[in-house]
């Protein structure tokens, strides 16, 4: 069971990116969704979570730029980022609640993807 990332790369500033992460494994649900981000001398925060439901939450410096989804049957998350600036250069890690049958949730951390904005 794991998580992996992508869709990070270098922008300019104004630009947009799209991040992907699936689960893959035996999995037999997912919980909530989220990304996080770690910047260069900063701890990890977080950016936006999907509930299973849908309902999402956002950190207040992506609020009206970021939006995040999720297709429960390809068992994706997707962060869509919109008018990106400098300040949102970090490493985005995706994370999940995943469970297996028989299984309490567990939560789970991808690999990073590098976002890097700058001209």
């Known amino acids: 069971v794991q998580l992996q990332a992508s869709g990070g790369g270098l922008v300019q500033p104004g630009g947009s990116l799209r991040l992907s992460c699936i689960a893959s494994g035996r999995i037999f649900s997912i919980g909530d969704m989220g990304w996080y981000r770690q910047a260069p001398g900063k701890q990890r925060e977080l950016v936006a979570r999907?509930?299973?439901?849908?309902?999402?939450n956002y950190a207040e410096s992506v609020k009206g730029r970021f939006t995040i989804s999720r297709d429960n049957a390809k068992k994706m998350a997707y962060l869509q980022m919109d008018s990106l600036n400098p300040e949102d250069t970090a490493v985005y890690y995706c994370?999940?609640?995943?469970?297996?049958?028989?299984?309490?949730?567990?939560?789970?951390w991808g690999q990073g993807t590098l976002v890097t904005v700058s001209s």
């Open positions: 994370n999940a609640d995943l469970r297996r049958i028989g299984l309490p949730y567990v939560n789970y």
């Open positions: 999907i509930a299973l439901g849908g309902s999402t």
